[in-house]
């Protein structure tokens, strides 16, 4: 592990108390400034890269997406065939018809695991690498690890001025109050954790999936204030000078000027506005993600690293009215008819759209959840929670597309060959993001944390 002047530095301006509080996560010193002048301070600029995390909240099961079973007996291969893509041999499931069109594109992970099978402990494994329970850790709480979009907000920063380093958009993995999200900053601090938008329903309320008057109203940065209000710039500004007043003498109110500017400039820049307003996307190009919260959050993400955020989660609800909605423990097919259509659309003209402006070498986009679904069907027509084995789809970054990466075994039940973990995906996106695996943060004890419990990455991803 690496613990250089420059970590020691980092750690030092971190332990200061973030000094913007209107709770806009990632506005504040640490956040914005000092990434870029760390990056300085080594001599070379971080890389251009971003990531959009595509998140199947509560868990889709990969029989029924990207690992069907055609030849296993009905109560696990479930109510639906597998179909041919455009890669010879390589089937999916018939709920990913456009998917099947674009094979030759992608990778396919189908010996992903890891060993916790509830959601939390399932989300913490998937966001940070660590296995929560066999490290004795609490992912309920900010002493738990951070997740790789708080770590890339710290050690990156955005990629445009005037734009947050990372944006989660749709519900918090979990909001229970007081709880802490699996996709927030751990010990790093609040001024890592993520920049939310949408986590209130929209539309009629019945179905947060479809959303059929589903529409993004520029950037409405209130879903964001904890008692400020974009409208009052005084208060801001106030807020602001107080800390000024408080800067010691020691070479950092130049820094903290620098920071001022670009905290308002976030607040009422015409980039961030811009990015964040999808009436300003070609009609065209909005029908081709679809109507619905998928389709549309998921241009939204295009629209932000392009902008200049570095790291997006989109949050695809399924059928529920949380986080949670691809948890189908009964009526899969139901629930798989519902959903997938959405996310079917949705993640292909995502792949076509990054493809087409050229972004595919700069964004990674990773499609997954906390976990897969028991191999049989239940009793009552669903899949339970299963770590055993799940399925992840990758796209750009550099990854060759036309490839099955492992196997699981004719059943579903466990990898068969080339199993993988968390970490090991993981250790792939830092790769592409230019962040050294070998870093370590000091936690909450004071102890320096690697930001991966192993160092791993994907051979057939590099």
């Not at 760390?38 to 029924?64: C, F, K, M, N």
């Not at 890592?192 to 947060?208: E, S, V």
């Not at 020691?250 to 964040?276: C, I, K």
Request: charged share 20%; glycine share 10%; net charge positive.
């Amino acid at each position: 592990m690496k613990e250089t002047r420059r970590q020691n530095y980092r750690q030092s301006i971190v332990s200061r108390r973030s000094f913007l509080g209107a709770g806009l996560a990632g506005l504040s010193l640490p956040a914005i400034l000092q990434a870029r002048a760390l990056a300085a301070l080594g001599g070379r600029v971080p890389a251009d890269t971003a990531v959009i995390q595509y998140w199947l909240g509560g868990a889709a099961s990969h029989i029924e997406t990207y690992d069907p079973k055609p030849d296993a007996p009905i109560d696990f291969r479930g109510p639906f065939r597998a179909v041919s893509t455009n890669v010879p041999g390589i089937q999916i499931c018939e709920t990913l018809p456009m998917h099947a069109r674009l094979i030759d594109k992608v990778a396919i992970i189908r010996s992903m695991r890891h060993d916790n099978s509830d959601h939390q402990h399932g989300m913490h494994w998937c966001q940070t690498g660590y296995d929560a329970k066999a490290n004795g850790v609490n992912p309920f709480k900010a002493s738990s690890h951070p997740s790789i979009g708080s770590v890339t907000a710290k050690v990156r920063g955005p990629n445009g001025a005037g734009m947050p380093p990372y944006v989660h958009v749709g519900y918090p993995l979990d909001k229970v109050p007081g709880r802490h999200f699996p996709h927030a900053a751990a010990y790093l601090g609040h001024s890592y954790d993520p920049f939310i938008i949408l986590n209130q329903r929209t539309g009629d309320g019945k179905d947060p999936g479809q959303d059929r008057d589903f529409r993004m109203r520029g950037l409405d940065l209130t879903a964001g204030l904890t008692g400020s209000s974009l409208s009052n710039r005084r208060l801001l500004l106030g807020q602001l000078d107080r800390v000024r007043r408080r800067v010691d003498a020691s070479g950092s109110m130049q820094a903290m000027d620098h920071f001022h500017q670009v905290a308002f400039d976030m607040l009422t820049g015409s980039r961030a506005q811009a990015a964040f307003d999808l009436e300003k996307e070609d009609r065209r190009v909005r029908e081709r993600y679809g109507p619905t919260r998928p389709g549309q959050t998921a241009l939204l993400a295009r629209r932000l690293v392009e902008a200049g955020v570095t790291f997006v989660t989109v949050v695809d609800p399924g059928v529920g009215l949380s986080s949670s909605g691809w948890d189908l423990h009964s009526r899969i097919e139901w629930g798989m008819n519902a959903a997938c259509p959405r996310m079917d659309r949705a993640v292909t003209a995502l792949i076509e759209d990054l493809q087409e402006r050229g972004l595919a070498k700069k964004v990674m986009l990773i499609v997954w959840g906390e976990f897969g679904r028991t191999p049989r069907v239940n009793a009552n027509g669903g899949r339970d929670h299963w770590s055993g084995v799940q399925s992840v789809m990758v796209f750009g970054g550099g990854v060759s597309g036309g490839q099955v990466i492992g196997s699981s075994t004719a059943k579903g039940e466990v990898p068969q060959d080339r199993p993988y973990w968390p970490y090991n995906l993981l250790a792939n996106v830092y790769r592409h993001l230019g962040i050294d695996t070998e870093t370590a943060f000091l936690n909450s004890a004071g102890r320096p944390i690697p930001l991966l419990a192993k160092n791993e990455p994907i051979r057939e991803l590099l």
